[in-house]
């Protein structure tokens, strides 16, 4: 059964960093694309980062380019988001998922089965 259990959200001033985690299982990571989405109130999900669990590589939207990072630590079963230089247009729910192959590629919600609980980012001063 795959788990995911994200974590590190909060409230952060304009410029800020903020890094998610998200914990799951050494089966999980082997097996699954993991991916970062978002919604903000009133707008629909949308992919952020994600992962490939063959090779390491990653996709960004580009809003986010040059300013987030997703990395995976295998020793910790887990799946990070560094957020740097934040915005107002940052703040949102953020939710890891895991998806199958090619996945990530694309970074689509709908490519993700299986979902965290989500954790709330919110940018303001």
């Known amino acids: 059964q795959v788990q995911l259990v994200e974590s590190g959200g909060g409230l952060v001033q304009p410029g800020g960093s903020l890094r998610l985690s998200c914990a799951t299982s050494?089966?999980?990571?082997?097996?699954?694309?993991i991916g970062w989405f978002r919604q903000a109130p009133g707008k629909e999900r949308e992919g952020v980062s994600c992962?490939?669990?063959?090779?390491?590589?990653?996709r960004y939207r580009d809003s986010v380019k040059g300013r987030f990072t997703i990395s995976r630590d295998n020793a910790k079963n887990t799946v990070y988001l560094q957020m740097n230089s934040l915005k107002p247009e940052d703040t949102g729910v953020y939710y890891c998922a895991a998806g199958g192959w090619g996945a990530w590629s694309r970074c689509l919600p709908k490519d993700f089965g299986t979902w965290g609980q989500g954790t709330q980012v919110t940018i303001s001063s």
């Open positions: 992962i490939s669990f063959s090779d390491g590589a990653t």
């Open positions: 050494r089966a999980t990571l082997e097996r699954y694309n």
